[in-house]
């Protein structure tokens, strides 16, 4: 007598390329962004496991030397949240975008889904500096036609009371959320990722 029994299917493997924000500078492991991020997936019926690859203190020049062997043969869909770094050090938005289009390249050539992951700049390099930064995001998404989320802050920055949501939600820095942070960008960008591994079931 042959049983039959029901196959088991393989989570989706999904790469997360970033920098301290992705890593979970500050915080406890499990209460960093791609340990939470997976659990909530995991609530909403996702069969995923999300590799956390950022690395603190990383700019996109950084993330491009490091997008090869982060593609591994299992990775079956990418998370880009890469340019923090760039904005802190006044990085030409040039530089960044042709580093992005790299990383995207890459993974286009491995046929992956994307979510790129933008971030809002700031007005102290001026206006021309904030227009250039921001636009890098949607044009590379449109280009190689990948998800959007427009920024990894939005959930703490969209507030009323901005600075008040940023003393609740942030890191006595100012630039890295802490735990009760990192909840509210899970719930923001969790749709998001969810998009993103329909994609890679597809």
Known sequence: MVVATPAISEPVTIAALGDSLTQGYGLVPDQGFVPRLEGWLREQGAEVALINAGVSGDTTSG???????TLTPDVDGLIVALGGNDLLRGIDPALSRSNLDGILAAAQARDLPVLLVGLEAPGNYGADFKAAFEAIFPELSAQYDTLLYPDFLAPLTAETDRNGALRLYMQGDGIHPNAAGVER?????????????????D
């Open 63 to 69: 993330g491009l030397a490091r997008v090869d062997w």
């Open 185 to 201: 960008i899970v719930e923001g960008i969790g749709p998001s990722v969810l998009a993103l591994i329909e994609q890679a079931e």
